[in-house]
């Protein structure tokens, strides 16, 4: 049974904190697979923010987090991470985490490229 679960979410008062969130993989052998962050706010559709390759190293992020957000991954713990630095209220919402082992890489940022997802955690930024 594959699981996917999120931690590390939690509410930054102070626009320019930073949070790292995880997301520990059971199940699959995460260098096998395309995993991915997206988040969605409150009222809105699930918004891509970054991927990364099976084996780590290349990786894409979205334009509204480039420069302040890093996806890594750590395949000998199985688990997904994305540092979040100089925070914004915009940035608030629920960060989910997604797996694939078929995604291609021209499809990666889209939701239907991914077949497992964890539950999320919500990130809150409030000036």
């Known amino acids: 049974q594959v699981q996917l679960v999120e931690s590390g979410g939690g509410l930054v008062t102070v626009p320019g904190g930073s949070l790292r969130l995880s997301c520990a993989a059971s199940g699959i052998r995460s260098s096998d697979y395309i995993m991915a962050w997206f988040r969605q706010a409150p009222g809105k559709g699930r918004e891509f923010v970054a991927f990364?390759?099976?084996?780590?190293?290349?990786?894409v992020h979205s334009d509204s987090v480039k420069g302040r957000f890093t996806i890594s991954k750590d395949n000998a713990k199985n688990t997904l991470y994305l540092q979040m630095d100089s925070l914004k209220p915009d940035d608030t919402g629920v960060y989910s985490c997604?797996?694939?082992?078929?995604?291609?890489?021209?499809?990666?940022?889209?939701?239907?490229?991914?077949?497992?997802w964890g539950q999320g955690t919500q990130v809150t930024v409030s000036s």
């Open positions: 990364i390759a099976r084996r780590g190293g290349n990786a």
């Open positions: 997604a797996a694939s082992r078929t995604a291609i890489w021209s499809a990666a940022s889209t939701e239907q490229a991914y077949n497992y």
